[in-house]
């Protein structure tokens, strides 16, 4: 059915009555994924290893909506069913699903082993994908739903030190890809955000070296260090209606950097 232009509303960027799960929602990007969907009218559901000191919880019902935490390890083979179970129970649906939970370890090629590798991949790669795959058939039966993963710059560069790390989000896109392909035609969407280079914890000691820091700000046009808050409008884009025809899609917000 063609919409006329005329009725366009800014109301498709609404998350009202709608319910989120977003891993890694207690820190960092999670963390401001979860603050903007919260924003945006959304429920919010935290699976997590472990609470943070309370500071989410405050952000999220301080906008008015929900927020609720399961403590678990996402990468156990009985968690994606419990914690789909949970969000349906607790907060009454779902409606989009953020896979940011990741972790990142450094090594170079020669030292990096299965100890090192195998972690990295059941978070950064397995867990997304058996959440989503649990989320599936309610999504299906439902007739729409939005799962938006979490990838970043090494999706499309090999990334020194972090074989790894790199091969997860070349994974998280091509998992994206294939996903949205099967489930576009039951009105869901698949899509992923890519981060570039952000002001975070994990980058605080290369920030603080001059050298690499300004290796770092040569490369990105915008010439600063992105900040959380430049990924929250994209996660409210790809988890709403305004990206209804969005599919399969890898949307970079790295200032520029791919580009140079």
Do not use: C
Request: charged share 20%; proline share 3%; no cysteine.
């Amino acid at each position: 059915m063609t919409m006329d232009i005329t009725d366009f509303s800014l109301d498709v960027f609404s998350l009202e009555g709608k319910v989120a799960i977003v891993t890694g929602g207690n820190s960092g990007l999670g963390q401001a994924f979860a603050l903007a969907l919260a924003k945006a009218g959304a429920d919010i559901f935290v699976p997590s290893i472990a609470d943070d000191d309370g500071t989410t919880r405050s952000l999220i019902e301080a906008t008015g909506r929900r927020y609720e935490f399961l403590e678990i390890d996402i990468t156990g083979p009985e968690a994606p069913a419990r914690v789909i179970q949970d969000t349906l129970e607790r907060l009454g649906g779902l409606d989009v699903i953020v896979n940011s939970a990741g972790i990142s370890k450094l090594a170079g090629v020669q030292e990096f082993d299965r100890e090192q590798w195998d972690p990295m991949v059941d978070l950064n790669l397995t867990a997304p994908f058996a959440l989503s795959q649990a989320a599936v058939e309610h999504f299906i039966a439902q007739g729409s739903g939005k799962i938006i993963n979490i990838a970043s710059l090494f999706a499309f560069l090999g990334g020194q030190s972090s074989p790894a790390y790199a091969a997860t989000k070349h994974g998280i896109v091509g998992f994206t890809k294939a996903y949205s392909d099967e489930l576009a035609g039951h009105g869901i969407q698949v899509n992923a955000i890519a981060p570039g280079y952000f002001a975070t914890a994990l980058t605080a000691t290369t920030r603080a070296d001059p050298d690499a820091s300004r290796q770092i700000l040569e490369h990105i046009p915008a010439g600063r260090w992105g900040e959380v808050s430049d990924l929250m409008g994209a996660a409210v884009f790809l988890a709403s209606k305004a990206s209804g025809y969005v599919n399969g899609h890898v949307l970079t917000v790295d200032g520029g950097y791919l580009v140079r």
